[in-house]
């Protein structure tokens, strides 16, 4: 079973920054390494869209919204993927999920609201 723990959102003003971090505690690293990982974000009215994406072969992808504000990292050693935001607008505000792909299989988390003000 996959069990999806997320930490870090908070409130922060506009400009300012935060870093998400997901993990699954039980994982073992040969197959933490095999995961894909992502962050989606939902803001009320608006469907789940996703944030960033890291593969297992080391690739990552971003919504164009965020691209060069936000880096999304894994982080081996202690099995756990970050997500980094930068230069934050009050339209990232949202509940930011943290999907772990699995064999084949999505698992999600139960989700970190983050509000920037402005």
């Known amino acids: 079973q996959v069990h999806v723990v997320e930490s870090g959102g908070g409130l922060v003003q506009a400009g300012g920054s935060l870093r998400l971090s997901c993990a699954d505690p039980?994982?073992?690293?040969?197959?933490?390494?095999?995961?894909?990982m992502a962050w989606y974000r939902q803001s009320p009215g608006n469907l789940r869209e996703m944030v960033a994406v890291?593969?297992?072969?080391?690739?990552?992808d971003y919504a164009d919204s965020v691209k060069g504000r936000f880096t999304i990292s894994r982080d081996n050693a202690r099995k756990r993927v970050y997500l980094q935001m930068n230069n934050l607008t009050p339209e990232d505000t949202g509940v930011y999920y943290c999907?772990?792909?699995?064999?084949?299989?999505?698992?999600w988390g139960q989700g970190t609201l983050v509000t920037v003000s402005s």
């Open positions: 999907k772990i792909t699995r064999r084949g299989s999505d698992n």
């Open positions: 890291s593969t297992s072969g080391g690739g990552t």
């Open positions: 039980r994982v073992i690293l040969s197959v933490f390494r095999s995961d894909t």
